[in-house]
T-cell receptor, first 113, second 111 residues
Framework: DADVTQTPRNRITKTGKRIMLECSQT?????MYWYRQDPGLGLQLIYY???????NKGEISDGYSVSRQAQAKFSLSLESAIPNQTALYFCATRKGTDSYEQYFGPGTRLTVT | QKEVEQNSGPLSVPEGAIASLNCTYSDRVSQSFFWYRQYSGKSPELIMS????GDKEDGRFTAQLNKASQYVSLLIRDSQPSDSATYLCAVSTDSWGKFQFGAGTQVVVTP
């Protein structure tokens, strides 16, 4: 089984709809991240969390919100989706103080029409 | 100015040759450096991390870090068609471990 899973893997939604992307991990890592990837722009950090009580905005948090339901679960919500939020979304985890290495989930391809 | 810069490519490399990828970064306090491989439509996969100046080798991959010149490079020896992918450079600049990613270099290994 994959260490980091994301659901759904693909989603098409309409402008104005609310959508939630979910991330779960079995790696036991305490730090979790949400990124989006647009062609030619690399990955941009949306939100990150160091534990269930700690949520931090990344460089492009406008239009997004997150919830850390448990150490293993970190969800990303688009309250009112817009077409320029069409992108690949990745969740990543990191063990914590021992290492800075981040491990990525398989991604969610989101299309907003 | 982007904080992490990579040539977008594509970098065309004959099979069996050495692929050389470069990455420059702007923040002098950057502490940790990573190379990820990403196949089209897939997630980034960590292939190398490097924290101190010099070379670090892992199989066919060698990462080189020069903090004074603010660059990190990746060499892929004996390139194989399966190495055809986009290689992302990531730099961590703070104790929170937040990454700044380059846009990636596309490598194409030709048989």
């Amino acid at each position: 089984d994959a260490d980091v899973t994301q659901t759904p893997r693909n989603r098409i939604t309409k402008t104005g709809k609310r959508i939630m992307l979910e991330c779960s991990q079995t790696k036991g890592h305490d730090r979790m991240y949400w990124y989006r990837q647009d062609p030619g722009l690399g990955l941009q950090l949306i939100y990150y969390s160091f534990d269930v009580k700690d949520i931090n905005k990344g460089e492009i948090s406008d239009g997004y919100s997150v919830s850390r339901q448990a150490q293993a679960k970190f969800s990303l919500s688009l309250e009112s989706a817009i077409p320029n939020q069409t992108a690949l979304y990745f969740c990543a985890t990191r063990k914590g103080t021992d290492s800075y290495e981040q491990y990525f989930g398989p991604g969610t391809r989101l299309t907003v029409t | 100015q982007k904080e992490v810069e990579q040539n977008s490519g594509p970098l065309s490399v004959p099979e069996g040759a050495i692929a050389s990828l470069n990455c420059t970064y702007s923040d002098r306090v950057s502490q940790s450096f990573f190379w990820y491989r990403q196949y089209s439509g897939k997630s980034p996969e960590l292939i190398m991390s490097i924290y101190s100046n010099g070379d670090k080798e892992d199989g066919r991959f060698t990462a080189q870090l020069n903090k004074a010149s603010q660059y990190v490079s990746l060499l892929i020896r004996d390139s194989q068609p399966s190495d055809s992918a986009t290689y992302l450079c990531a730099v961590s600049t703070d104790s929170w471990g937040k990454f700044q990613f380059g846009a990636g270099t596309q490598v194409v290994v030709t048989p």
